[in-house]
């Protein structure tokens, strides 16, 4: 009886970790016959959808390519689990094709005032939690900033684990009216589930020069409790010349059904170069 209980055991684990590696991140599900951008410098290009695969070719981070068919191949590394994707791409005068990893491709790119921005994610390491305390798996996402195919600065940020990243957006943003800042990038992740946090990264670009400001996060779980971060920048409604003002708000209902509200704020002072806490 003992073994058998063992062999269930077993079967048990296996069949929860196969059904563990059965779904993709959705920030890496990209359309047939559109357009994309190699995020990873030096993504290989294989032969078929597999990692020991026959590798045809190793593209660079800005490659434009095409994405012509999704594979149901999936891999996972670290916490980032993606499809393959059949590809073809601009090979001197020819058009080349071959199979990539979907997590070696840009989340969101955009091209303003002659540079491009990608968003990706680069890989998973071990993060302390800020909630728990624990030791937890944690992707790490940067923002990429080129000229031409020059790379001229990048940052990095933590987008949580695996299950953050159902979704995504990478959006170019006004300046916002703070001083030297020419332009502001956003980039967001999100579970679909309740319960489950998304990020939002704002960056400022200034003098060919990436900055991270403090990361926002935003969770809830139905109508029991959230936890609300967003800024207000100068240029937003009860915004102030040069400031940039952090807002948190929480609600959590009681044994007896009773909401309990919780706000902070505090205040960044931008003087043209960088930031500091009022």
């Known amino acids: 009886m003992k073994a058998l209980f063992t062999v269930l055991f077993l079967f048990t684990i296996q069949f929860f970790s196969a059904q563990e590696e059965a779904y993709a991140n959705g920030v890496f599900g990209y359309e047939e016959n559109k357009a994309q951008k190699i995020f990873t ?32 191949a999936i891999l996972k590394l670290g916490e980032r689990r993606s499809n393959w994707y059949k590809i073809s791409y601009q090979k001197g005068e020819q058009i080349a094709e071959g199979y990539i990893w979907g997590g070696n491709l840009c989340v969101g790119y955009r091209n303003k005032n002659g540079y491009d921005f990608l968003f990706g994610l680069s890989k998973t390491e071990n993060k302390k939690d800020k909630r728990s305390g624990e030791n937890l798996k944690q992707n790490i996402a940067s923002i990429k900033a080129l000229e031409g195919s020059t790379l001229i600065d990048e940052v990095f940020f933590n987008t949580g684990q695996g299950e953050e990243l159902s979704y995504g957006t990478f959006t170019v943003e006004s300046n916002h009216k703070l001083q030297n800042v020419e332009l502001t990038l956003k980039a967001m992740v999100s579970g679909e589930a309740c319960g489950i946090a998304s990020y939002d990264q704002y960056v400022l670009f200034k003098d060919k020069k990436l ?18 971060e967003s800024f207000i920048f100068p240029n937003d409604k009860g915004g102030s010349p040069n400031t940039i003002i952090f807002k948190m708000e929480e609600m959590e209902k009681d044994d007896h059904d009773k909401k309990k509200k919780k706000h902070s704020s505090k205040t960044y002072l931008w003087d043209g170069n960088a930031y500091k806490l009022k």
């Not at 290989?44 to 999704?70: G, Y």
């Not at 900055?211 to 609300?228: C, K």
């Open 41 to 72: 410098n030096w993504t290989r290009v294989r032969q078929e959808p597999k990692v020991d695969a026959q590798i045809l070719d190793s593209l660079q981070t800005n490659q434009q390519i095409l994405i012509l068919q999704k594979d149901e």
């Open 211 to 228: 900055m991270v400001l403090p990361q926002l996060m935003n969770v809830g779980d139905a109508d029991v409790y959230y936890h609300s």
